[in-house]
């Protein structure tokens, strides 16, 4: 890989490397970010956290190898499956204790995860064989633009509900919250924006480090802890501790069992992963080369091209995940937004944010800390990055010059939009079809990639007449 060089301030390539005190700075980002919404597919399913982190790193160190080491993306538990998970853990008759899955749950939903990579892995060899444009056809940017949109969209309501607490009367430590995620936001933006150089490159880590900063102000001045606990259940699920854990407990990792009904309602999700991990192929291929524009090197990065090893990468990763005890999952937009924010697409930093997650999920004082950021933090940043995976949603888009006043387009687009957006509003992410509960991302991409297939019949024929 190519070391650093003078145009560093411009941003790092992907076969780039930063020096090594940058390279650490710019892996704790990438850790930041990855956190919230891994974790909160953790929380939310029962999984348990340490081991979604450590399956979280292992599956991205698999993945960059798997990619020959040029595809600057991180893998991360999605928010894709959680009902699929749900649905499973009801007809097994499972219930959370403590919010953690019985076991035998999270085994049976592993058997579920291990199979849906067959779908990633089946997407990746056809495009493989029939090239990229056959995708393009099935997923043009009309699709893959407006999924891009929801995936930011739809978690919006996630962000807004972290950074303001839900409470009938204001109190002290509600309206603190409140400040502490608009300082987190707000300074997370000014960072963006004016911090040249280095800095210029840390704007999320030095946005949460002032976030927390202003919450241990108030610890101080206002007795206000906003600062948060790892739950005791977390800890007695590992598998061997030293002593009693306090320092060092390896994760609850566990072997899947067989369930055909763990595989009916976990394996077709992985449909909707599909375009969104597209989605996000468009959007390093286009700033990854405007980075490399801006810095004045002869050299095209056509990501676009490595499309069947990332979706093959991709399901690979869901399997990896779902051997040690992990969800199922995909690329992060999260960390996507922050390469797009900072310009460091360096595939080294993500090799060395997964193996700090994996030594993070080791060491108890380590689990604690991330649990310990503040959740107004945390929803502070979620602003700003769930903003921006939509926002790069408009930008494939404008780069691939899609016709807005095509009537085609223009049909697809709605579709997509509204059954996304208005399932996650109307249904709480999950829309009513024929008795069955379809996630809103899932159910739009497929009746986009659908609608956008049945309109485009007859369509060459008909240029042709028209030439």
Known sequence: MRKEKVFASEGYLPDETPTLGKLILYAIQQVIVMFPATVTVALVTGFQVSTTIFASGLATLFFIVITGKKIPLYYGSSFAYLTAISSMCAAEGFVKVDGILPTEAIQYAQFGIILSGLVSIAAGLLVRFFGSKAVEKILPASVTGPVAMIIGLTLAGNALSDAIPNVETATIESNLW???????????????????????????????????????????????????????AALEASIWKLGDGSLFAVPAFSLPKVSWTAVAAIMPIAIATIPESTAHMYQLDIYVNNVAKRKGVNKKYHLIDLLDRNLIGDGICDMISGVVGGPAGTNYGENISTMAITKVFSTSVLVVAAIFAMVISFFTPLIQVIYGIPLAVIGGLEIYLFGAIAAQGIAIMIEKKVDMFSSKNIAVIAAIMVIGIGGNYAFGGNIPFFGSQIPCIAGAAIFGILLNLLLSIGEKKQSESEV
């Open 178 to 232: 409140i400040v502490v995620a608009l300082v987190t936001l707000v300074s997370t933006i000014l960072y963006s924006k004016y911090l040249k150089g280095f800095l210029g490159q840390l704007p999320l880590l030095l946005g949460a480090l002032t976030g927390c900063l202003f919450a241990a102000a108030c610890y101080l001045v206002a007795d206000v802890n906003l600062f948060r606990e790892m739950p005791a």
